[in-house]
């Protein structure tokens, strides 16, 4: 009898329960189910992009494609870059710190920068140096900045207090145009405008304002839609797939993923990851973008402090993990969408780089594909695989060098996934051969069986069915 392996399940508070993983590959779902309900496709690599931006990573970046020349804006240390879509890099200016994230927002004309101590601009049509917002009026903590209906709008990380600019203008901060939040205690985290609607996050309420065109202050909130849920980290939030996501918490405890739809929350972790991210010593640093690839709306998490980032598919629904090599967090960690490149920059370096669906390395370096079974049991009695068959698009090897001829790495477990031993390495065939099949034969008898596929090689890997023969027990 045969038995599919791959589930869709996520390892989380007992390999007992499941063991299931999969690192750096994402779902294809298959409507028709031609030959499988759904496949397993190799994340996008990692091309570099820029590289000569001296040795700190980035504390934050932002694309302008509505210019005439496209660029985009990187801070790196205290130093503000403008890098244009040949790679070509120039110094802005400077600002007065060289360590934290930092928002920034445009408005076409403006760029405006806020490091949690100053806020700065830059006239992007007509550049005159980077600038600092000396205005009275501007809050001395500025801790997150959005635009909106031609008001740059910036929120104090260490009160409630939200303000606006003059109309297009981020030189000048009226001061009939500060307000605050009050349908909560606690100061605000960040605001972001989205769908015509402002919204600003507390640790523990949102509140949802609109721009009503009154006098003085022009935004009014909205009555009612004050919610009881905030975030758990600022630079978690982003736009995904037409909303906004990001890292939520409540008084009730814990931190999930979530969506915002309407003036709700609609979770999209499970009890799974809930329960991965309830064990981290620190979810406050977490930091997460959306983007779209191969027609799949993916939202990425990284959580520094704990060397951890997951992934999101918004088409399957369902999570994977991203690694670097040897087990390593992923490197990516701030993002961008600029002139069709898909820009991230590197946690350790300076390096910026372009997500690639045909690039099978980060900046050259292994990316590793790993796929970790369901439980292959019944009953506590002994179960014999004579025979297991991985299907994959056969025949994507290289014409030299590491992957000229690519490998799958067969792992098992016999102690319910616990342990693990290799079986041996069989080929996904060399360039051309697309006939090749991948089997492994006699790998013996256990209780409780999790297997574990692993490729390194830089290539092409989908795979689209797995399945093992097995004796001895009666499903």
């Not at 244009?84 to 890099?89: C, K, L, P």
């Not at 009612?224 to 758990?232: M, V």
């Amino acid at each position: 009898m045969k038995v599919q392996l791959f589930g869709v399940g996520v390892k989380s508070i007992s390999p007992a329960i499941t063991a299931q993983r999969r690192i750096n590959c994402y779902v294809e779902p298959r409507q028709e189910h031609e030959k499988t309900t759904y496949s397993l496709v190799r994340r996008p690599g990692l091309n570099p992009f820029v590289s000569s931006l001296g040795a700190n990573p980035a504390r934050g970046i932002w694309g302008v494609n509505s210019l005439a020349s496209p660029l985009f804006f990187v801070v790196v240390s205290n130093n503000l870059y403008s890098v244009d879509n040949g790679g070509n890099v120039s110094s802005i200016g400077t600002i007065n710190t060289s360590a934290g994230n930092v928002s920034i927002a445009d408005d076409g004309r403006y760029l405006v920068i806020v490091d949690g101590q100053d806020g700065w601009y830059y006239n992007m049509q007509a550049p005159a140096g980077l600038i600092r917002i000396t205005d009275g009026n501007f809050t001395t903590s500025p801790a997150y900045v959005t635009w909106q209906d031609t008001y740059f709008i910036v929120v104090s990380g260490k009160s409630n207090q939200f303000q606006l600019s003059k109309n297009a203008d981020p030189s000048t901060w009226p001061a009939v145009q500060i307000n605050f939040t009050g349908s909560a205690p606690g100061f605000l985290k960040a605001g972001l405008a989205d769908h015509s609607i402002l919204q600003l996050f507390g640790d523990f309420y949102t509140e949802y304002w609109q721009d009503a065109g009154t006098p003085d202050f022009p935004y009014a909130v909205i009555p009612g839609a004050a919610a009881e849920f905030g975030l758990a980290s600022a630079w978690s939030l982003a736009k995904f797939d037409g909303k906004l996501a990001g890292l939520f918490q409540s008084k009730m405890g814990g931190v999930s993923v979530a969506i915002v739809t309407g003036f709700h929350l609609t979770p999209i972790s499970n009890a799974d990851i809930d329960q991965i991210l309830s064990g981290y010593a620190v979810t406050g640093d977490a930091i997460g973008y959306g983007f779209k690839e191969n027609g799949h709306s993916f939202y990425v998490i990284s959580f520094p402090t704990q060397g951890a980032t997951w992934m999101y598919d918004a088409n399957s629904q369902i999570w994977s993990e991203l690694q670097g090599n040897l087990g390593a967090n992923f490197t990516g960690r701030f993002f961008t969408y600029f002139q069709t490149n898909l820009l991230v920059t590197d946690a350790n370096s300076a390096n910026i780089y372009s997500f690639s669906p045909t690039t099978y390395t980060d900046n050259g370096t292994i990316m590793p594909m790993e796929v970790w079974s369901k439980h292959i049991w019944q009953d506590d009695k002994y179960i014999g695989i004579p025979r297991i068959q991985i299907d994959v698009q056969a025949g994507v090897g290289l014409a030299v060098g590491q992957g000229s001829n690519p490998m799958l790495d067969l792992q098992v477990s016999k102690d319910g996934g616990n342990t693990f031993m290799s079986i041996g390495f069989s080929s996904i065939g060399k360039v051309g051969a697309y006939t090749q099949r991948v089997i492994w034969n006699g790998l013996g008898a256990a209780r409780d069986w999790v297997l574990r596929l692993r490729i390194t090689d830089p290539v092409k890997c989908v795979i689209t069915g797995a399945t093992a023969e097995i004796t001895g027990a009666k499903f």
